[in-house]
């Protein structure tokens, strides 16, 4: 399997590009508007050939890229089927792996940040990657205070089903905000601060409770554009890139 690991700096944005070198057929998970030319470029470079857009969720920081990644490649937009968009060509649903040549993902249904919110979990013979979105971060989570989050339903997401896998099953999260680029499931389970060790529901309730974050800053332009997989205008495109005077 061919893979990489992209990063977009204002909002501290991991894209992960794999691809299957037998068929040359290519996946880009959660790519950010602002990167598209780096990507098309990086898949021109590979001769690689883009055949979907796989979201994790309906991001509230960053607006995809997957509606002009479609309109240029004539790729397929895969984001979890409960999501109601119209944009989408494939609903993704645990136990229903999608198919990319010699590379499986398999989706994990991990509500909590979002209530649609999915992981993708790739075993290879040299071993396995959880892609885990904004659900597992390295040392951390994605908060739960918007877009229909529920702490506890995450701590269960967690808790249950993605420190549940291997223990060397390498964790590639959506973000990371101190350039660490991978941690495992091991080291989350031992000694994330939020959910790792023997972290009780209500210790974990209680802290995100009291994380009192900052309203996201892009979140009234990105959350709508994303309801339509990136497909805005270009003024609204004009303001993203525009001065940023969230707290």
Same mark, same amino acid.
């Given at each position: ?10 909002? &501290?944005? #991991?894209? #992960?590009?794999?691809?299957?070198? *037998?068929? %040359? ?7 950010? $508007?602002?990167? =598209? ?16 857009? =796989? ?9 995809? &890229? ?23 060509? /494939? +609903?993704?649903? !645990? +136990? ?5 040549? &010699? /590379?499986?993902? @398999? ?14 979990? /790739?075993? @290879?013979? +040299? %071993? ?7 659900? =597992?971060?390295?040392? %951390?989570?994605?908060?739960? *205070?918007?877009? &229909? ?5 995450? #701590? ?10 291997? *223990?060397?099953? =390498? ?33 974990? $309730? ?5 994380? @009192? ?22 003024? !609204? ?9 969230? +707290?």
């Amino acid at each position: 399997m061919l893979f990489r690991q992209l990063f977009e700096p204002e909002s &501290s944005t #991991y894209t #992960y590009l794999l691809a299957c070198p *037998d068929t %040359g057929a290519a996946a880009l998970i959660d790519p950010v $508007v602002e990167t =598209l030319e780096r990507d098309l470029d990086l898949l021109h470079r590979l001769q690689l050939r883009l055949a979907y857009v =796989l979201e994790t969720h309906i991001h509230a920081d960053h607006i995809t &890229s997957a509606c002009r990644l479609r309109a240029l490649t004539g790729c397929r937009i895969a984001l979890p089927a409960m999501e109601p968009v119209p944009c989408r060509d /494939v +609903g993704i649903q !645990e +136990g229903h792996p999608l198919d990319l040549g &010699s /590379v499986r993902f @398999q989706p994990l249904f991990t509500p909590g940040h979002t209530d649609t919110h999915h992981s993708y979990l /790739v075993e @290879q013979p +040299g %071993g396995s990657r959880v892609f885990t979105g904004d659900a =597992l971060l390295i040392d %951390g989570c994605g908060r739960t *205070d918007f877009q &229909s989050g529920d702490a506890a339903t995450l #701590y269960r997401s967690v808790r249950e089903k993605l420190f549940a896998l291997p *223990d060397d099953t =390498l964790v590639y999260p959506a973000h990371d905000y101190q350039q660490r680029r991978v941690s495992t499931i091991a080291q989350e389970r031992e000694r994330n601060p939020r959910l790792g060790g023997d972290k009780t529901l209500e210790e974990f $309730v209680a802290l995100m409770a009291n994380l @009192q974050l900052p309203y996201p800053k892009k979140i009234d332009l990105a959350v709508p554009a994303n309801r339509q997989c990136g497909g805005c205008t270009p003024d !609204e495109l004009e303001a993203l890139r525009g001065p940023d005077t969230g +707290g």
